[in-house]
């Protein structure tokens, strides 16, 4: 019902930055909501930045004042802006969507970020 396709991981030096996309597909209009999760080995998934359909956000404490969430509703993608980046945000992001109906919840297939000098 709903499609997503992540992109933008990559390897980056400690300070650099990256953007990661999230473009949406299908059945779009039911989305409420849509997150940044990222997972790194032996650590439990977390939500970094939300977004909803009325443009409000949220990022975790770890990364506010680094990492900025937008959406672009022409190209049905949500971003995740990622400066000042550190080793410790080494891992695999997720973009996930909230939406109506059943099932409720969508995730993409996960893009690997790696900060190392």
């Known amino acids: 019902q709903v499609q997503l396709v992540e992109s933008g991981g990559g390897l980056v030096q400690p300070g650099g930055s990256l953007r990661l996309s999230c473009a949406a597909s299908?059945?779009?209009?039911?989305?409420?909501?849509t997150g940044w999760y990222r997972q790194a080995p032996g650590k439990e998934r977390e939500l970094v930045a939300s977004?909803?359909?009325?443009?409000?956000?949220n990022t975790a404490d770890s990364v506010k004042g680094r990492f900025t969430i937008s959406r672009d509703n022409a190209k049905n993608t949500v971003y995740l802006q990622m400066n000042s980046l550190k080793p410790e945000d080494t891992a695999v992001y997720y973009c996930?969507?909230?939406?109506?109906?059943?099932?409720?919840?969508?995730w993409g297939q996960g893009t690997q970020v790696t900060v190392s000098s």
């Open positions: 299908g059945n779009i209009f039911r989305i409420t909501t």
């Open positions: 977004i909803t359909s009325l443009g409000n956000t």
């Open positions: 996930s969507v909230e939406a109506l109906g059943r099932p409720n919840t969508y």
